[in-house]
T-cell receptor
Framework: AQSVSQHNHHVILSEAASLELGCNYS??????LFWYVQYPGQHLQLLLK??????LVKGIKGFEAEFIKSKFSFNLRKPSVQWSDTAEYFC???????????FGKGNQVVVIP | GAGVSQSPSNKVTEKGKDVELRCDPI?????LYWYRQSLGQGLEFLIY????????KSGLPSDRFSAERTGGSVSTLTIQRTQQEDSAVYLC???????????FGPGTRLTVT
């Protein structure tokens, strides 16, 4: 079964600091990878996705993620965070031919003004 | 266009009662998913519908849980004889069936007292 690991569940940063959230998955076949974000009081929104091609993907609001197949990783980055980036971030994986997203436990990110 | 909608947004029920949760997917989306988000468990897959195919029920935690999808659109998740451990946010998502990108609704927060 596919599983997803996210570390450092709670992250506190100051504005303008850089953010990197780790995501590792356990599945050896073809996967599609996602980062979802849940802002306070809002529903899950897609931040970015990787299906194939360039392993460095750009998402909304200045976020990017890099797929490293050899490390089974899909880490999320943002060079300079803003207060409005305070949210919970979930990494998710779906393997080829599967029907379900497997989610990590999430990272609660708090950005201090 | 309109996103995934769910109702009710909040539901408080007494232990032992039955509840029904409703999901309206994005128009034209053939695939519909139910997930559960609870403290300590993260986001868990429950059930998946794709067109007229038999649903994938492998994520349902017990036989008290059931779901149906009428006319290939609206879906209802039913929990019979609710228990306190059923308290969670129940999320519905839909996709166009050809890609793995899922769009989530706002969820129904279920509290069993």
């Amino acid at each position: 079964a596919q599983s997803v690991s996210q570390h450092n569940h709670h992250v506190i940063l100051s504005e303008a600091a850089s953010l990197e959230l780790g995501c590792n998955y356990s599945y050896g076949g073809t996967v599609n990878l996602f980062w979802y974000v849940q802002y306070p009081g809002q529903h899950l929104q897609l931040l970015l996705k990787y299906f194939s091609g360039d392993p460095l993907v750009k998402g909304i609001k200045g976020f990017e993620a890099e797929f490293i197949k050899s490390k089974f990783s899909f880490n999320l980055r943002k060079p300079s965070v803003q207060w409005s980036d305070t949210a919970e971030y979930f990494c998710a994986v779906i393997s080829y031919g599967n029907n379900r997203l497997a989610f990590g436990k999430g990272n609660q990110v708090v950005v201090i003004p | 266009g309109a996103g995934v909608s769910q109702s009710p947004s909040n539901k408080v029920t007494e232990k032992g009662k039955d509840v029904e949760l409703r999901c309206d997917p994005i128009s034209g989306h053939t695939a519909l998913y139910w997930y559960r988000q609870s403290l300590g468990q993260g986001l868990e897959f429950l059930i998946y519908f794709q067109g007229n195919s038999a649903p994938d029920k492998s994520g349902l935690p017990s036989d008290r849980f059931s779901a149906e999808r009428t006319g290939g659109s609206v879906s209802t998740l039913t929990i019979q004889r609710t228990q306190q451990e059923d308290s969670a946010v129940y999320l519905c998502a839909s996709s166009d069936g050809t890609r793995y990108e899922q769009y989530f609704g706002p969820g129904t927060r279920l509290t069993v007292t």
